[in-house]
Structure formats: structure tokens, C-alpha cells
């Protein structure tokens, strides 16, 4: 279900110190996805690895050994393989026509329930 996996994406991204904004973009990818009718049984829990992984790229949160750290918590929680969330990091940005900068109207309503949250 979506919001169990939005939760674990939370998580994760706490413990990879990622900034609410990071993780409030991921959220916005995801729910994209899923309005677009992306996700499924099979696939879901790599478009969530996937949507944090390119809201942690674009948001410039991690240097190299992070991002290799995030990839590795993702594999972990997820139970993916790398070279699978590697591959679906692509067809994630092809379903969301590359559009990885969002506006702040779209972004900041995760944002605020994020920092009331902790």
C-alpha cells in the first residue's frame, strides 16, 4: 500500500540524514506514478527506491560514497536489486518527462507535514 511504502521512504531517508525537502520530492515523483498508473504489485517498491534516489540526485543531498550508502539502505529495506533500481531509475525518469525540478507549490505541502512531523 502507498502510504506503509511512503513511511518506509520516510525512514530511510532519515537514517541517510536526506533533507525533508529531498524526501518531499520523492513523494511528489510517487505520487505521480501512481496517478499515472506506473505502479503495481511487481514494481512499486522500485519506483519508491527509485523516486528517492532522484530526489536525493537532483537535490544535491549526497556526495558520491552517500549516494552508494543510499543505494545500499534502499537495496536493504526494499529487498531490490541494485542493478534493477539502476535500471528503473531511467524508466522512472521517463514517466516523469524529466521533470525532476518541481514547483515549491507542488513540493511544499509534504514539506510542511514532514517538519511538523519530527
Known amino acids: 500500500p502507498v502510504p506503509s511504502l511512503k513511511r518506509e521512504m520516510r525512514n530511510l531517508s532519515e537514517e541517510c540524514s536526506l533533507e525533508?525537502?529531498?524526501?518531499?520530492?520523492?513523494?511528489?515523483?510517487?505520487?505521480?506514478?501512481?496517478?499515472?498508473g506506473k505502479l503495481n504489485k511487481q514494481n512499486r517498491k522500485l519506483c519508491a527506491g527509485a523516486c528517492v534516489l532522484l530526489a536525493a540526485k537532483?537535490?544535491?543531498?549526497?556526495?558520491?560514497?552517500?549516494?552508494?550508502?543510499?543505494?545500499d539502505k534502499l537495496e536493504?529495506?526494499?529487498r531490490?536489486?541494485?542493478?534493477?533500481?539502476?535500471g528503473f531509475e531511467f524508466t522512472v525518469?521517463?514517466?516523469?518527462?524529466?521533470?525532476?525540478y518541481l514547483p515549491e507549490n507542488q513540493v511544499l505541502p509534504h514539506y510542511r507535514r514532514l517538519t511538523q512531523q519530527s
Do not use: C, G, W
Open 93 to 100: 525518469l521517463v514517466a516523469l518527462e524529466l521533470a525532476l
Open 76 to 78: 536493504e529495506r526494499f
Open 20 to 36: 525533508p525537502v529531498t524526501v518531499s520530492m520523492a513523494y511528489v515523483y510517487f505520487e505521480k506514478l501512481v496517478l499515472q
Open 58 to 71: 537532483i537535490s544535491s543531498d549526497l556526495r558520491k560514497h552517500e549516494v552508494k550508502h543510499l543505494i
Open 80 to 86: 531490490f536489486n541494485r542493478r534493477d533500481l539502476i
